[in-house]
T-cell receptor, first 116, second 111 residues
């Protein structure tokens, strides 16, 4: 199956700093990537959809200026958490979506962000 | 996409079959049933999917009722490494294939 590589797997940063998370499709091209956030003992919540060559689309309630998403190429999407605060501490996961109703999604390994 | 209902948790003895139920009573005719699992602190992993017929692969079997309103994921010989949260998701072609995750079932395989 397709491989989605996410980096870093974990990061600790100070309040007020920015953190970039990378998501790469290793053996296929992805025009779209989904970004999810998962708080402890909760399910995955879709934050935004990155689109290669155009602006990302954000789900309701997600701050565009805080969670900057860039889809620079067909193999790389990035999520930057700007001016991070402790409440941004979470597990962030990227996913290459299905290409049809009969195909599965592929997920990155996830990034554990801890803001201190 | 249709909503799914799963029990919050289940236990299974190592080596025994794990049967995880899912209710999707509002499923439409063109929607597939997908199962993913998430081991602690990892990204979700695809397991299996089906439309009408029962399916089997190297990981699991999927049994879909004739009316398609429910399904069961079967792990034939559960191991400790199968301990995870299992998500049942109904997927159609709408909304650019966005997946809506419910709370899933936490399967704990006990030695």
């Amino acid at each position: 199956g397709a491989v989605v590589s996410q980096h870093p797997s974990w990061v600790i940063c100070k309040s007020g700093t920015s953190v970039k998370i990378e998501c790469r499709s290793l053996d296929f091209q992805a025009t779209t990537m989904f970004w999810y956030r998962q708080f402890p003992k909760q399910s995955l919540m879709l934050m935004a959809t990155s689109n290669e060559g155009s602006k990302a689309t954000y789900e309701q309630g997600v701050e565009k200026d805080k969670f900057l998403i860039n889809h620079a190429s067909l193999t790389l999407s990035t999520l930057t958490v700007t001016s991070a605060h402790p409440e941004d501490s979470s597990f962030y996961i990227c996913s290459a979506p299905p290409t049809g109703p009969n195909t599965e999604a592929f997920f990155g390994q996830g990034t554990r962000l801890t803001v201190v | 996409d249709a909503k799914t209902t799963q029990p919050p948790s289940m236990d299974c003895a190592e080596g025994r079959a794990a049967n995880l139920p899912c209710n999707h009573s509002t499923i439409s005719g063109n929607e597939y049933v997908y199962w993913y699992r998430q081991i602690h602190s990892q990204g979700p992993q695809y397991i299996i999917h089906g439309l009408k017929n029962n399916e089997t692969n190297e990981m699991a079997s999927l049994i879909i009722t004739e009316d398609r309103k429910s399904s069961t994921l079967i792990l034939p010989h559960a191991t400790l490494r199968d301990t995870a949260v299992y998500y049942c998701i109904v997927q159609s072609g709408g909304s650019n294939y966005k997946l809506t995750f419910g709370k899933g079932t936490l399967l704990t395989v006990n030695p």
